[in-house]
């Protein structure tokens, strides 16, 4: 059964570490996600983009798998389901579809309509259980069409939505979507142990493009208050380079090795790989 990712965040943050949001893309994606959270006895949250969403039919049909996998493989493990990056308009009908977790992204309106549109959200979530994340000041890069110009995020604008009754909330502290370039400045902590003394320890922060920030910068964002981070990109990066290497090898010639189960099969094993040592990183094994 899926859950709110309220829980599992409040327990992280309380004990000092944080939970994965792994996005996922497909029926592969999903299972190798969900089977390594499950051997290492880790809560976990599968993000959705919108572009995600289309691509694999609809919300309605996304819940349909999310929740046959859950009961077909047999998780144990508290799962949250979150659209990542929402609209207005995407939130609602994630939630009518099933969701038990969404995300509105406001950041790229002004602070008054941020506040107004989540307001709404808030009251909506809190009636039917389901947890919601807001955003302050824009995550660098690019995201399925997403794009934030990096702007590091004011304190005082963090504790305004905080204040809402928002389950979670991302800031910008400098932390960028995909590939972080040579010259990335690192992580804004002066930035975000601002924002954690503002908000309060009650309050989990997200920590958004989480791929290629090294370890020791990680910790010390979770030692800060970050309690859920986000990996999508470095996941892609695995799977790519796993099915590429299978190609070029020309396994996919021999016999049926270019049945989709065994072409798709290494990939998966790079994400589960991956997945794990995230997992590990955060502190959330054995935690569910």
């Known amino acids: 059964m899926l859950v709110s990712a309220k829980e599992m965040l409040e327990k992280a943050r ?4 944080a939970v994965g949001q792994f996005n996922i893309n497909n029926l592969e994606w999903t299972k190798a996600i969900l089977l390594t959270a499950e ?3 880790s ?3 599968l993000g959705v983009s919108e572009g995600a969403g289309k691509y694999m039919c609809g919300y309605k049909t996304i819940v349909g798998m999310v929740e046959g996998m859950i009961e077909g493989l047999g998780i144990t493990v508290p799962v949250a389901l979150h659209l990542d990056h929402g609209s207005y308009e995407g939130a609602l009908k994630c939630i009518a579809a099933g969701f038990s977790s969404v995300m509105f992204d406001g950041s790229h309106y002004p602070i008054e309509e941020n506040i107004a549109k989540t307001k709404e959200l808030v009251a909506i979530c809190e009636n039917k259980g389901l947890s919601l994340e807001a955003e302050v000041g824009a995550i660098g890069g690019e995201e399925d069409g997403v794009i934030g110009g990096g702007e590091v995020a004011s304190a005082d604008e ?3 939505i905080a204040d809402l009754g928002v389950t979670m909330l991302a800031a910008g502290i400098g932390n960028i979507h995909g590939k972080y370039p040579a010259n990335w400045a690192g992580l ?8 954690s003394c503002k908000v309060g320890e009650g309050m989990p922060l997200v920590l958004h493009g989480g791929t290629g920030i090294p370890a020791d910068m990680i910790k010390k964002a979770i030692s800060l208050g970050v309690s859920k981070i986000n ?5 892609q990066l695995a799977f790519a380079a796993a099915t590429r290497k299978y190609v070029e090898a020309g396994k996919d010639l021999e016999g049926k090795g270019f049945d989709p189960r065994k072409l798709l099969a290494p990939g998966v094993e790079a994400i589960k790989a991956t997945v794990k040592e995230k997992i590990e990183l955060f502190g959330s094994a054995n935690k569910a």
């Open 188 to 195: 804004r902590f002066d930035v975000l142990e601002e924002i």
């Open 39 to 41: 051997e290492m006895k």
């Open 14 to 17: 309380a004990g000092h570490y």
């Open 231 to 235: 990996v999508n990109t470095e996941c």
């Open 158 to 160: 963090c504790k305004m």
């Open 43 to 45: 809560p976990v949250i």
